[in-house]
């Protein structure tokens, strides 16, 4: 089944739907007469607007010069949009990745194309009444509410079923894209979903018999459970037998493989799904919104590429899952160490930072004591000593008038003690988890905090400049993006990074992060032995030593990359060293 995030204690976020204050920003290319070229997630949000008949949601189109795959897209749609010079665009806007929600009354961004879609659908079916808008979001309304860097599914449908339009683009291909291969392998899949049962009774198309109480299928003259059954033929749309927003975001990709390349017949389980979906008028809708499509029928003679028989779910126990245990068998931690010892290379632990005092919590408002953001009083005092630890640096780096970026801020303990600490600088907190930033948003009204801006949003989908970034635990490699945005920005940070075993190697990451680790000769795989190590601070004293060893090290590398590009770094500890096993801190400032 697609990931979902629980959503704790019946708390529903606050965002509270204004329609007449809300604006959605999109990117086009070139205008003519009729028609605006648009890159395809603004082709794939207008698409979902006009298949639910949204009509009241305000539009406002920016140029863009964003390479990619652009379709033509009628300007005749019934629809209130406006082309927008982007000199007179909000600056939060423009921080973003379009496409993106700009809701300025309650100081939020949205952006990320399921996240937009989604708040979209809510807002249509609240401030419109359009109840196809609410059913499209599924159980419990929770279709694709997961991030993508927590859910493949997710992504897939975000980022990677775009790629084969800019694949076929090219002429350097000796199969057809993969991804396509994976949505066809995924539909082969049983049907995963949280009420499977539930639709199964009410569907009427499974008719079980009771036997000692079990309901069971005559199957072939077996025994089989009804569920079973059920999840096997019912893989109708994307999801199972129901239509969801996942089927509006895949659709149009799929239209355009259809009318311009021919392709679709190719695949027997993606023909089927393009047919059932079709069906329900998308074809009409599509129809309308683009342009006539030119046929380009180069890749005809190409073939389906081959990919893994498994389903486009995270939770699927036929995706391969490396193993831990791989990393941190005895043997080759004790080979990464030797190598540490024998590379002659300088830790840059010091334990210390001189001038950094501990904030007296009593002298501040309760509003930014991590007391209102509803902590449990065991983890309470250890939150304390870990906000502190980060936000006196911020607060000392901070210039009026400066950005600080808290990346990762999860409820927003860090960013409005930041806000309240720095209240001449502007606080930009950027969290992809609904709920979390729901309650710092909650928060930061109750404070007044005029200072504040919350982005929910992944991490690469915040574009803005910034001079100071700031991550508290932010988890495995997306430390690392933290500290190479900011690089990237030359803006200084405060990082404390955790589950170091979470790093990963991506297009943009690469391990190890410093030359002179790479130079003395640590491969990848080395490299991850050290990082699974780290994680191990918490059990048998030993152990923990070593993890801490091992923490030392990764951070090390983190700082000696930051320091080829012209930062001074310190690497220190948290106040109380114990107030987490994951107490590093990195301070980078740049020259």
């Not at 250890?382 to 630890?389: D, F, H, I, N, V």
């Not at 801020?409 to 609904?434: C, F, R, T, Y």
């Not at 929910?456 to 635990?473: A, K, M, R, T």
């Not at 012209?566 to 301070?587: A, H, M, Q, W």
């Amino acid at each position: 089944m697609p990931h979902k995030r629980k959503v704790k204690n019946g708390f529903i976020p606050k965002l509270q739907f204004e329609p007449n204050q809300s604006y959605l920003y999109l990117s086009y290319h070139e205008e003519d007469e009729d028609f605006l070229s648009v890159p395809i997630e603004s082709l794939v949000i207008i698409f979902a607007l006009k298949f639910c008949e949204v009509k009241n949601i305000k539009i406002r189109f920016l140029h863009s010069n964003a390479k990619g795959y652009l379709t033509k897209i009628a300007k005749g749609l019934d629809l209130h949009y406006a082309l927008e010079p982007k000199d007179e665009a909000p600056a939060e806007v423009l921080a973003c990745r379009l496409p993106v929600w700009f809701l300025p009354n309650q100081r939020t961004c949205i952006a990320g194309l399921c996240s937009v879609v989604r708040y979209a659908f809510r807002l249509s079916h609240f401030a419109e009444e359009l109840e196809i808008c609410k059913t499209l979001l599924g159980f419990q309304q929770g279709c694709l509410s997961a991030p993508q860097e927590v859910s493949t599914w997710t992504k897939f449908c975000e980022v990677d079923i775009h790629k084969p339009l800019e694949q076929l683009s090219s002429d350097k291909l000796d199969v057809l894209p993969e991804d396509i291969s994976k949505f066809e392998a995924h539909l082969k899949q049983p049907v995963r979903m949280h009420n499977i049962r539930e639709k199964m009774q009410k569907s009427g198309k499974v008719n079980p018999i009771l036997e000692n109480g079990i309901e069971v299928v005559v199957e072939n003259g077996e025994k089989v459970d009804p569920i079973e059954v059920y999840a096997r033929t019912e893989h109708v749309f994307a999801e199972g037998p129901e239509m969801l927003v996942s089927d509006v975001l895949i659709y149009p990709i799929f239209y355009i493989l259809h009318h311009k390349y021919n392709l679709v017949h190719l695949f027997p389980n993606i023909q089927d799904w393009f047919e059932s979906v079709s069906a329900t008028n998308a074809v009409h809708v599509m129809e309308k919104v683009l342009d006539n499509i030119e046929a380009d029928l180069r890749h005809r003679e190409l073939t389906p590429a081959i990919v893994p028989e498994e389903s486009l779910y995270k939770c699927d126990p036929n995706r391969n899952k490396q193993s831990a245990k791989f990393y941190t068998r005895q043997a080759d931690i004790d080979s990464a160490l030797d190598w540490w010892v024998e590379s002659g290379i300088e830790s840059l632990q010091q334990y210390e930072v001189e001038g950094l005092k501990q904030l007296v919590w009593d002298d501040l408002p309760k509003l930014v004591h991590p007391l209102a953001g509803s902590l449990p009083p065991d983890r309470l005092q250890r939150k304390c000593g870990q906000l502190s630890s980060l936000a006196v640096p911020l607060a000392n780096l901070a210039k009026p008038g400066d950005t600080l970026v808290d990346f990762c801020s999860g409820g927003g303990h860090l960013g409005l003690l930041v806000a309240h600490l720095a209240p001449s600088s502007i606080v930009h907190m950027v969290e992809n988890k609904e709920e979390s930033l729901a309650r710092a948003r909650e928060r930061g009204v109750e404070l007044g905090a005029t200072n504040v801006w919350f982005f929910q949003c992944n991490l690469e989908y915040y574009v803005g400049s910034f001079d100071i970034g700031s991550s508290l635990h932010a988890c495995g490699v997306a430390t690392d993006l933290v500290m190479l945005k900011c690089t990237q920005s030359r803006a200084a940070f405060v990082c404390c990074p955790c589950c170091y075993g979470g790093v990963q190697t991506l297009e943009n990451i690469s391990y190890p992060r410093s030359e002179q680790f790479a130079e003395r000769g640590l491969g990848v795989d080395s490299y991850l032995v050290l990082a699974h190590s780290a994680d191990q601070t918490h059990t048998g004293l030993e152990k923990c030593e070593q993890g801490r060893l091992c923490m030392d090290i990764v951070d090390s590398d983190r700082g000696w990359g930051v320091r080829e590009q012209g930062y001074s770094v310190t690497l220190s500890k948290l106040e109380p060293r114990d107030c987490t096993p994951k107490n590093n801190l990195l301070i980078g400032i740049p020259s």
